[in-house]
């Protein structure tokens, strides 16, 4: 897959065009399936939250951008159904947006729901994930971005990329996540590691890491 991880969506000209940049066409004739399943996780989310990621309401722009189709994928139901019918709607997609909320939870459903096992079929689709939906793709979170409670305490994620994210830096919205903050999250994480506000993404591609920015963001080595 190719990755666009951003802490608060598409916000601004440079990571529209990163976006469409990676899809290789206007977003317009791109099906995108959108994945709220990590609200479910966070216990700041509530239904209210979910539908409007899912309306295209959120703050985090994601699913009102123009898409030529949008379709729902819910996680926590796909156990009860055979892949042979989820997995071509996943096939079809150019794009899945994923939203955020708790990235362990999320980590737990995409292994249980075997998504995360189609992932190596997915060369050519587009990952764009916000805030957990970034997260959950990194080796670990950390304990502070733990918040549910099955768990148990493990930060561990999917390992898909070698770096961690500290999302949200100095929104307003988040008070803790300030740099002195994130400088004692990085020293915990036990590899690189970038602390990103909502005017920042990262894109990977075939395994490179750009920076793609209209605001503050730092690496940790």
């Known amino acids: 897959m190719k990755l666009l991880l951003t802490s608060g969506g598409v916000t601004n000209a440079a990571i529209h065009a990163a976006l469409v940049d990676m899809l290789g066409r206007p977003l317009q004739s791109c099906r995108a399936l959108c994945i709220p399943t990590a609200q479910h996780g966070h216990p700041w989310c509530t239904p209210e939250t979910a539908w409007r990621f899912v309306a295209g309401r959120s703050p985090a722009r994601m699913v009102d951008l123009g898409w030529q189709s949008v379709g729902l994928l819910e996680l926590l139901a796909l156990p009860e159904l055979p892949p042979e019918r989820w997995g071509p709607w996943v096939q079809a997609a150019d794009v899945l947006l994923v939203d955020g909320g708790d990235a362990t939870f999320l980590a737990h459903w995409l292994r249980v729901s075997g998504l995360a096992a189609q992932f190596p079929t997915l060369q050519d689709t587009v990952w764009v994930g916000v805030s957990a939906g970034s997260m959950v793709l990194t080796p670990r979170v950390g304990p502070e971005f733990v918040s549910w409670s099955g768990a148990n305490g ?13 999302p949200h830096l100095d929104h307003p919205d988040f008070p803790s996540n ?26 990977v591609v075939d395994g490179e890491v750009d920076v793609v920015s209209q605001g503050q963001w730092r690496a940790f080595r």
């Open 178 to 203: 300030r740099m002195v903050n994130a400088e004692k999250w990085a020293a915990g994480i036990g590899g690189p590691a970038y602390a990103i506000d909502d005017q920042t993404a990262l894109r």
């Open 154 to 166: 493990d930060d561990r994620t999917l390992g898909l990329v070698d770096f961690s994210v500290f």
